[in-house]
């Protein structure tokens, strides 16, 4: 039995994935740690794949469990992370954050299956609108002209 089939065989389960076909939101569930959480939703996405914003109060907390739902989902799974500021004039700053958060917006744009984990803080930072953000994308294909 694969291991996102094993929470079937419980009716809380059962009774919450039914809820959430229904259409019925929020749905509020309690589990004792991350792994849990993550194994519960990485469940529900398999039953019903779709869009999903998970929101934690600490980066450290969107981290930790976004690493747990990654090992369920693999891709599916991404990490919207907070920007770094920088008080001071430096030569070289890295775009390694800026990048990663233009990739998760990508994913939402075009995959419908994407499960996006994040803090509170990296939230209400501010990203480039998505309608902005999409009307200026460019695809490149490798041979075409």
Known sequence: MHILNVLRESAEFNQITNTIVR?????????SNTAQKAHFLASLMHEKPQKALV????????????E???FFL?????????KDYIYHD????????????LLVLYEVLN????????SIEALFQYTVPPKVFASNMLNFKLGAI
């Not at 019925?24 to 569930?29: I, Y």
């Not at 995959?111 to 994040?118: A, K, M, S």
């Open 90 to 101: 430096v030569d070289s700053v890295s775009r390694e954050t800026v990048f990663s958060r």
């Open 23 to 31: 259409g019925v939101s929020p749905v509020n569930v309690l589990c």
């Open 111 to 118: 995959n419908e299956e994407v499960i996006v984990v994040t």
């Open 55 to 66: 929101i934690l109060n600490s980066d450290y907390e969107a981290k930790k469990f976004y």
């Open 68 to 70: 747990d739902l990654k």
């Open 74 to 82: 693999g891709v599916r799974a991404q990490l919207f992370v907070r």
